[in-house]
């Protein structure tokens, strides 16, 4: 197996999981666990390592470069597994190695291996080693992704190791930006973003900005999943502002289940009403959810650049339907309406009882952040010509005020 050089004496000596379809309820198409070898002339640093179990691919392409015996430093960068699984092999066929990590890390990766006998170094913001010719930066970043996070900042190479930030899941043969296309590679990093990062998007705006002020200059920055952003670096630095900020296009999302058709007549022709004023409309039906476009975690994509968010539901024993709840559960982890530049939203449904879906989608959006234009349309078995006409009315309505925000 072999290694992928990123500049002298630095190489990407990650996995490739090819096979990983499910990573706590994001659908993926694989994924790679990247870990980074740093060869200078006194130290060799291996940054970061991998899931449990996959001990193999990272050795093998550590050997491609060098004996791994020859590891005298470790950086533990965040301690979740899929970054740190591999330590308690390492530090058996290591014993006594160095592991720079914070001080919350140690604590971490105590709660996750046995790490007794363990050669912690704990290391704060600017601190830094020389590896000969080669000076580790590390920079604390709590919540990104763990309260134990931090990013590693190779200064000759100019090199930011920022773990999870700026990451894509996704498994292919290619290693960098320019090899897999900056379109694909944006796209791949945009849905990463809507499902883990939204929620620390403020904490996101404000390590950007320190990293700004220490003015180091980035050419690379060599995440811990997908590929390296070696001719794009700018370009994903900057997109991490905008979705920060939430910046979304003229743009609706639908998202909905279905009993007997009625709720789903709605949403078409919500979807018509939206179209007709010229705004792009994307309608999801959560029953589908089993193909790519309309899992929970594709939809968040398109939640994340759209304006305007609709969710549809017949009631079902007083409740949403489950699909619903299995996507407001979601969204409401997320907070994608709580982002500097506002959403707005509004349910829908039809009902044959009580109804009450709809209130509940209504307080759902709240929850996550999102303005509710009313409270919501609901309508009694089957949506007849003067009710779908209200949908279409709807439709517009949204689309009229995503054009004025
Ligand atoms: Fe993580
Ligand atoms: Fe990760």
Redesign the pocket.
């Known amino acids: 197996m072999k290694a992928t050089k990123l500049a002298e004496g630095v190489y990407w000596v990650g996995v490739i999981d090819w096979n990983l379809r499910d990573y706590h309820g994001y659908t993926l198409p694989g994924t790679t666990y990247n870990a980074y070898l740093v060869v200078g002339s006194k130290h060799v640093a291996l940054i970061d390592s991998a899931y449990p179990g996959q001990e193999y691919q990272l050795l093998e392409r550590i050997k491609d470069v060098i004996d791994p015996k020859k590891i005298d430093i470790i950086v533990a960068n965040?301690v979740?597994m899929?970054?740190s699984g591999t330590l308690p092999l390492l530090t058996k066929m290591l014993p006594n190695v160095p592991i720079y990590c914070t001080e919350v890390a140690v604590k971490g990766l105590g709660k996750h291996y046995d790490t007794t006998g363990w050669n912690f170094k704990p290391v704060k913001s600017l601190d830094k080693i020389e590896l000969g010719g080669k000076t580790l930066v590390f920079v604390e970043a709590p919540m990104l992704?763990?309260p134990d996070s931090m990013f590693t900042y190779l200064a000759e190479d100019k090199i930011l190791f920022p773990?999870?930030a700026f990451g894509q899941h996704i498994a292919s043969c290619e290693r960098f930006d320019d090899e897999l296309g900056k379109d694909v590679a944006l796209a791949h990093a945009q849905k990463f973003f809507a499902n883990l990062i939204v929620p620390l998007a403020p904490r996101v705006l404000k390590k950007l900005d320190e990293v700004t002020k220490l003015g180091i200059p980035i050419d690379v920055v060599a995440p811990s999943h997908g590929i390296i952003w070696r001719s794009y670096a700018a370009d994903i630095l900057g997109a991490y502002v905008n979705w920060s900020h939430g910046v979304a296009k003229n743009k609706v999302t639908i998202v909905y289940d279905t009993m007997h058709h009625s709720t789903d007549r709605m949403a078409q022709m919500i979807a018509e009403g939206v179209m007709s004023e010229g705004v792009a409309v994307k309608v999801c039906l959560l029953k589908d959810g089993r193909y790519e476009g309309n899992h929970r975690s594709n939809i968040v994509s398109d939640v994340l650049d759209s304006k305007a968010v609709l969710v549809g539901s017949p009631t079902l024993q007083d409740e949403v339907y489950p699909t619903v709840a299995d996507f407001l559960s979601y969204l409401h982890g997320l907070q994608p309406g709580r982002l500097t530049h506002k959403k707005i939203g509004c349910a829908f449904g039809s009902q044959g009882g009580h109804g009450g879906a709809v209130a509940i989608i209504t307080e759902c959006l709240k929850k996550a952040g999102i303005e509710t234009i009313n409270d919501g349309f609901e309508i009694y078995y089957r949506p007849d010509s003067a009710e779908l006409k209200k949908c279409y009315e709807l439709g517009q309505d949204i689309a009229r005020r995503v054009k004025a925000m």
């Open positions: 965040h979740e899929d970054h992704h763990w773990n999870d």
